[in-house]
């Protein structure tokens, strides 16, 4: 502890007690980074039990002119709860009660800490769940899932975090609780703080409760695994799924690349495999097959090898395992890697997949893509060897230009995964300067002192 | 045109030109009112038919600091559109294209002026559909949807005009165009500004284009009418069906004096009938039997007299008549009414319609009350008889109880007409001062001059 961090973090414990505040560097030093693999050590870490608690560390920061980075369970990839000024990790990982399973209202009021699995089996012991579903489900808190709107594969039927959430209780900035939002599913008064908070990424108030939307668990379900020659035929079958009536619960894709990565899979696939849909239907049990018929016949065409449909929920999972198998797969092969989720119109699949490999080959760049075809969310992983110096200069210069293509196809730089450090120089090229100035003085009204995230989210002021 | 309007009118006229700038005052009368039935001439209507001119415009009022006030087609209910402090009336009617339609990236692209209904024949002639349908549906503007939120018995399903819009573009009061949100069903770039604007009441920016987000038409669909004894066995009904897996498309609701309303229709019903459900079920062929069997089994229960499924389209038709027969009964039969659209938690609508009860007979208040059950929004008709001193002297307080007794349920003013001027004087009950105060700061960014639609949506300061 330097003399410097004294006053501050006498202040801290003054709110929460020793026992809540950590100083020790090796304490510190795991609250400093996150699935990004950025690091920086904060100067303190605090963990809050109650809202009250939250406003007066608010308080305290604010006093001290010292940044203050909210964290939930540190699945982000984008190195949003990675405290760069470092500054005061307030970890809410200890504020996770569930406060309310309400299915007559279909809702649940939660705190922010409470992890999305444990929201999911609340939810289902009454028939309902809540549609945000990222992989790290297990490990990420709902807290960080609406401080950058992730989602999952359930989004392009049941929708992201904004959809989906009713209402917040939080702490801005100024140290003020406000609460926003209904606990309907209407609501018509005054402005909508509820989703401006969702994918703000800590920047502009701490989440201190959630009043999540429930949907009803439907009774059937059904997995299909369509085989193409190539992405581009994939490409044009995810386009045919989506314009018809049936929307899939899930609408998966890997392209040849990523099946590679996983061993020994594409032994057990046709010759010539490019590139692999899964498709999940759900619903009552008597539209199942009048469903499975309406996407199997959009899954058929040009490229099609092989078309299954699991018949028992062993094979379903049989037909996920490979998908699931897929990131640690990418995390263990890659020396390194360049994770980004972006998203383009359906439609726009095609186009995306010809131009990325069109990169791959300019700059020597391997790219493997999977990801959520239905919504048009295609995580692209640039692999490369920061050993090899002609790679290593070249990631960079590949990912700009990944993004520029992302945006002449009217796409986003990310669908679930935020902003945070990693994105931050490409959103002046993604949000126009008027709107960008909008958010900025948006933020200013939120957190005066500026104390909240900072460098997170917008483009660094040079 | 006084003297004083000149230079304002001559501005006007540089930016679209003389025909398109009213300024006799009849033709500025009929711009005066919406269907809150309050009015107040503009100084000036002016038709833009591009964002370009829209800037102009904003441009021309900020320089001469008068009020700009957008208007669709004034079908809205709480005097949003009525310019309270003169000024200028921007019509955006003439801005009606229909710009794109997307069936691949289940999107429509299209101006502010459209109807709803010119929106849902576009979308239907590709098998979709766009889910806000406010009973004015022939006649509202797409933009005043987007403006006050407003949905229809649909949202209970397909929810609301946030739930279904992918992006803006608009001009703040700054005169500046901005864009916000995305082409795609998921993003996670910046702050959601899309969600800011829907719901503001042009009083942060004017919507020059929207994309909105298109669902698949469903293949089937069944409707049921459940009579019971009183409204609250009809209550406790409605949150047995949301409490069950099977949403409906439609769960609209008529109470005893509504039905009384509606000429010769309680001749038709069961003697004692004092409340109906009118429940709607959609999806494929196949699945509508067990869907009509899941909804048939929660409607049933203590109070029920008859349920009823309509067997053709032709009965289902016959069905809804009475529910649309209501609101122009209501008109000619009541010569006075306070007409909310007040909002509760599902399982609180029988306390919500007990407390209405008590209210009605304290303050000798006739209250009708129907709408959309399955999200809780209740239009609640106050009807009195201004003739009659007694009732016009009770009947704002009146109305001040409802909007506690509301509040005390957890529930929002409004669900979907929003606050206009009509409800401003009651947002502080249900906003805490911080977050009011927030939504003010957020007021200033866009719209520093406080030109755009004064004194609506926010209480006003006294």
């Keep these: 502890m330097t003399s410097v961090l004294e006053p501050l973090q006498r202040a801290l414990v003054g709110v929460v007690g020793k026992e809540r505040v950590l100083t020790d560097p090796g304490d510190r030093h795991v609250y400093g980074y996150d699935n990004s693999r950025k690091h920086h050590s904060p100067d303190a870490v605090v963990f809050a039990l109650t809202e009250d608690e939250v406003r007066d560390i608010v308080a305290v920061c604010r006093a001290h002119k010292t940044p203050l980075i909210a964290r939930g369970r540190g699945t982000g990839t984008a190195g949003a709860a990675v405290p760069v000024r470092g500054g005061v990790v307030l970890s809410l990982e200890r504020m996770r009660r569930i406060i309310t399973v309400d299915p007559d209202n279909r809702l649940m009021r939660v705190e922010p800490g409470v992890t999305n699995q444990e929201v999911q089996r609340a939810a289902a012991a009454h028939g309902f769940f809540w549609a945000p579903d990222p992989t790290s489900a297990a490990y990420c808190s709902v807290g960080g899932n609406i401080a950058v709107n992730s989602a999952g594969p359930r989004a392009v039927k049941y929708g992201t975090v904004r959809e989906n959430t009713l209402g917040l209780r939080a702490v801005t900035g100024r140290g003020e609780a406000i609460r926003t939002g209904v606990d309907t599913t209407k609501g018509a008064v005054g402005y909508d703080l509820t989703r401006l908070l969702i994918g703000s990424e800590g920047t502009l108030a701490i989440i201190t ?70 498709i999940e239907v759900d619903g009552p049990e008597a539209a199942m097959d009048e469903a499975v018929a309406a996407v199997s016949a959009a899954a058929r065409g040009a490229g099609l ?35 980004e989720d972006v998203v383009v119109p359906v439609s726009r699949i095609p186009e995306l997949v010809a131009g990325l490999a069109a990169l791959s080959r300019r700059f020597g760049i391997p790219i493997v893509n999977f990801g959520h075809a239905g919504n048009g969310n295609i995580h692209v992983n640039m692999l490369y060897d920061s050993q090899n110096a002609q790679q290593e200069r070249q990631a960079r210069p590949c990912l700009s230009e990944v993004f520029d293509l992302v945006l002449r196809l009217d796409g986003t ?29 948006i933020k200013a009204q939120f957190d005066p002192d500026a104390i909240l995230n900072p460098d997170k989210l917008f483009p660094l002021i040079s």
Tied chains: 1, 2.
């Design 305 to 339: 090898l092989e078309l299954a449909a699991a018949t028992s929920a062993g094979e379903a999972q049989a037909l996920w395992a490979v998908r699931k198998a897929l990131s640690p797969a990418l995390r263990t092969l890659a020396p390194n890697k360049l994770n």
């Design 413 to 441: 730089l990310s669908g679930e995964h935020g902003v945070g450090m990693e994105k931050r120089d490409y959103v002046a090229r993604a949000i126009d300067a008027p709107t960008l100035a909008l958010m900025r003085a």
């Design 209 to 278: 409760q959630a009043t999540l939307k429930l949907t009803p668990q439907s009774t059937a379900r059904r997995t299909l695994r369509a085989i193409y020659d190539d992405m581009h035929h994939a490409a044009a079958a995810v386009s045919r799924i989506m314009a018809q009536p049936v929307t899939p619960c899930a609408l998966e894709f890997l392209d040849g690349a990523a099946i590679a990565m996983v061993p020994d899979f594409h032994k057990t696939l046709p010759a010539h495999t490019g590139a692999l849909l899964l």
